[in-house]
């Protein structure tokens, strides 16, 4: 879709993150996501719903 592709995750988030077709703040809130990995349960809640309105816009676009 954007003409390149991406061989492995580091630095990953950083390079979609300039796409001409690319969520919103993708950088951003893939690392808001993974801060809400911790051992606390409301955390780990909110990071899913972040990461399931994520994957949801990415689906629009593509």
């Given at each position: 879709?954007?003409?390149?592709?991406?061989?492995?995750?580091?630095?990953?988030?950083?390079?979609?993150?300039?796409?001409?077709?690319?969520?919103?703040?993708?950088?951003k809130r893939v690392n808001e996501i993974i801060g809400f990995i911790t051992e606390d349960?409301?955390?780990?809640?909110?990071?899913?719903?972040?990461?399931?309105?994520?994957?949801?816009?990415?689906?629009?676009?593509?």
């Open positions: 879709m954007n003409e390149r592709y991406l061989m492995n995750e580091k630095g990953a988030a950083v390079i979609a993150d300039s796409f001409a077709k690319a969520p919103r703040d993708f950088f349960p409301e955390h780990l809640k909110k990071g899913l719903k972040e990461l399931e309105e994520l994957i949801e816009e990415t689906c629009v676009i593509l």
